[in-house]
């Protein structure tokens, strides 16, 4: 049997690290900044950690210790230049400074329902004793060159971010919580933590007040896939690949049939040119193709993508994640309709719907664990290996690969010809052009290695319009190639959605709710009570694979000092500010949650990351709704401070104490 280090058992291949000097040295980095005392502490999501890192860096005007990023004045978001930050972060700087623990989607709502630090972990435990693991060392989740900002767990969680809605009801609102931690400080100076003990918790409003959902950016999942020749001969005839293959969407164009047989298991190699899977015609009636590499411009022969076998093998999320949320929010509303016979068993599949006689939707899901129990359901096989372990001769290697992390999952995808065949998801900012590397901690060994590359994916317009493999002439005569993961085309994805209105619950932002009315018939196609976001049907130019980076706050907070609240709610308004340009121009020392004022580096930063800024509605009503106070129109839900000495105003009405 063969072996490997640990890192490279985790990573599925030795080759592919590059281990960091200052990981094996013990080097420690310069400092970097001057001290700043005041502090907004978040987590959650790694889909938009990066991002955040860097608006956190502008917004002090200066850079965390050892995070990677550097101001330049060649600054530009038309290449991306990733880790770059525009010089006019420089002109201005604020006394705060931004610390956020990378940790998933699903630990920072966690955190955020049980209003407690220490549940910011990674991981995905299920019962106690728990191993913890420590946030996503890139970006850094501590300042180690600040006394007072270099220790973990944080002393209070501010905000959190999820690329997934919060549950749709107050009452839902529960978790898991996890207490008698092993060290119960100072965990940025042990590899070893445990959790020994586990509770129930549930939001508790009489203390904290509303909860509080907005949408920060507008974010497409990529499709990661690692088209490199194998390292064992096998070589791929990728006719769809653009040039540069690095550019977003790049590396090979795949249509929505094809996403549905490879996240089936309906296809398993590349190599197969036999398998017919189902796809709709432009008048929306079943038909078959093989699957294979079929750019159709009129001169190239359709071909098996490699010139031997090589298994498809699915790099996923196995901690609770958005980005398996938004993945599996577009796979539910779409793959069922190729399917209308039941042939291919794509409504079992993709929604859990009729496996095991369940009437109830397991899909979609933060937890793809989901989506491999109902296709082990359907095939009667199971498609995980849960050691991943695929360098042993004893065994085959598994189709589906687990990772914990955004990082992680970028790392087992990569561009290495021993991982060739790969294919994954990923926020944009994890790929090429977004990010040139991917790094990750792992035993206390930095991994580092070149960023995957991502696919240009079929939209419905372009299924509308007759367009079914790229390159093909639509109904206008025009040839069209599949759609990229860019920041203008997740905006116009998002576009065909309805900013909510001042008043109302939090759940009246969850996008994910908002459904085709009945009767909407386009194509020859019924998107009746339809994910609106999961189908984006608005132009050819729609990216599918579309969500929102969510931020979760309180309305009300315990502030002894009067600076925890101000501090935040002028980051946010600053950030919201940066959506909308009619807004007098302010710099972040400026702006406050009253006078909010637009800086256009907060665009430039989210773009270069390959997102896009929030709609200019959307971001207005967040400041109308919950940044200002009710004397400058905003309304009884405003974030607000609690009072512990007298009469309580906007979002602490009614609450005792404030989140601690």
């Excluded at 653009?242 to 298991?265: D, E, H, K, V, Y």
Aim: hydrophobic share 35%.
């Amino acid at each position: 049997m063969k072996t490997t280090s640990f890192a490279g058992r985790l990573l599925g291949s030795t080759s592919l690290v590059v281990l960091s000097a200052a990981a094996i040295l013990g080097t420690q980095p310069a400092a970097a900044q001057t001290t700043i005392s005041n502090g907004i502490y978040g987590g959650g999501s790694t889909l938009s950690s990066l991002a955040l890192r860097q608006l956190f860096d502008c917004y002090a005007g200066t850079t965390v210790a050892n995070d990677g990023q550097t101001f330049s004045p060649a600054f530009t978001i038309a290449p991306p230049s990733p880790n770059l930050l525009p010089t006019s972060c420089t002109q201005f700087s604020t006394p705060v400074e931004g610390m956020f623990a990378a940790v998933g989607a699903g630990n920072g709502q966690r955190a955020y329902v049980a209003n407690d630090p220490r549940q910011l972990f990674r991981g995905s435990p299920d019962s106690a004793p728990a191993l913890v693991r420590k946030p996503s060392a890139k970006p850094p989740f501590r300042d180690s060159a600040n006394a007072n900002f270099k220790t973990y767990p944080y002393p209070r969680i501010d905000f959190a971010t999820s690329d997934l809605p919060l549950a749709d009801t107050v009452a839902s609102l529960t978790t898991v919580s996890f207490s008698n931690f092993l060290p119960s400080t100072n965990w940025q100076n042990t590899l070893l933590i445990a959790a020994l003990s586990k509770s129930s918790a549930s939001f508790n409003a009489a203390s904290v007040g509303a909860p509080i959902q907005v949408p920060a950016m507008e974010v497409p999942v990529a499709i990661a896939v690692n088209t490199s020749n194998s390292a064992s001969g096998v070589t791929w005839t990728n006719q769809s690949a653009l040039s540069p293959n690095s550019q977003a969407g790049g590396a090979i164009q795949l249509s929505t049939a094809q996403l549905c047989a490879i996240f089936s298991a309906t296809v398993t190699d590349w190599h197969d040119a036999s398998t017919m899977i189902p796809y709709l015609d432009a008048n929306g009636t079943q038909q078959f193709q093989h699957f294979y590499d079929d750019n159709t411009n009129g001169t190239l022969t359709p071909v098996a993508y490699t010139s031997g076998r090589l298994p498809i093998k699915v790099v996923y999320r196995a901690d609770d994640a958005g980005t398996s949320y938004i993945l599996t929010n577009y796979l539910a509303n779409l793959c069922p309709l190729l399917d209308p016979t039941g042939t291919y068993s794509y409504r079992k599949i993709f929604t859990g719907v009729g496996v095991d006689g369940s009437t109830r939707a397991n899909l979609p899901s933060s937890r793809f664990s989901n989506l491999l129990a109902n296709i082990k359901a359907v095939k009667a096989t199971d498609q995980s290996d849960p050691y991943d372990v695929d360098d042993d001769a004893e065994r085959p290697d598994p189709r589906w690969i687990s990772a914990s992390g955004s990082n992680h999952a970028a790392l087992k995808i990569g561009t290495n010809p021993l991982l060739a065949g790969r294919i994954g998801y990923l926020s944009a900012d994890y790929t090429q052009p977004y990010a040139q590397t991917v790094t990750e901690e792992i035993a206390g060994i930095t991994i580092s290695a070149a960023a995957p590359r991502s696919a240009s994916i079929q939209n419905e317009a372009l299924r509308i319009f007759g367009v079914y493999h790229p390159g093909q002439t639509d109904v206008t005569g025009t040839a069209q190639n599949f759609v990229a993961p860019t920041p203008d085309n997740v905006a116009q994805s998002f576009s065909g959605l309805s900013a909510p209105a001042l008043g109302g619950s939090y759940n009246g932002w969850n996008i994910y709710a908002q459904r085709y009315a009945d009767g909407t018939v386009l194509g020859g196609v019924d998107y009746s009570s339809l994910s609106v976001i999961g189908i984006p049907l608005v132009s050819t130019s729609d990216y599918a694979l579309t969500g929102a980076s969510y931020v979760n706050v309180y309305s009300c907070y315990s502030d002894a000092g009067s600076t925890r609240v101000p501090t935040l709610k002028n980051w946010m308004a600053w950030f919201y500010g940066g959506s909308v340009s009619a807004l007098p121009a302010y710099n972040p020392a400026m702006s406050n949650a009253n006078n909010p004022g637009f800086d256009p580096n907060v665009a430039q930063l989210i773009r270069n990351n390959g997102f896009h800024e929030l709609d200019p509605t959307w971001a207005s009503n967040v400041l109308g709704a919950y940044l200002r106070t009710s004397a400058a129109g905003g309304t009884p839900a405003s974030i607000a401070a609690y009072n512990a000495s007298g009469a309580q105003t906007d979002g602490c009405v009614g609450v005792t104490g404030g989140a601690k």
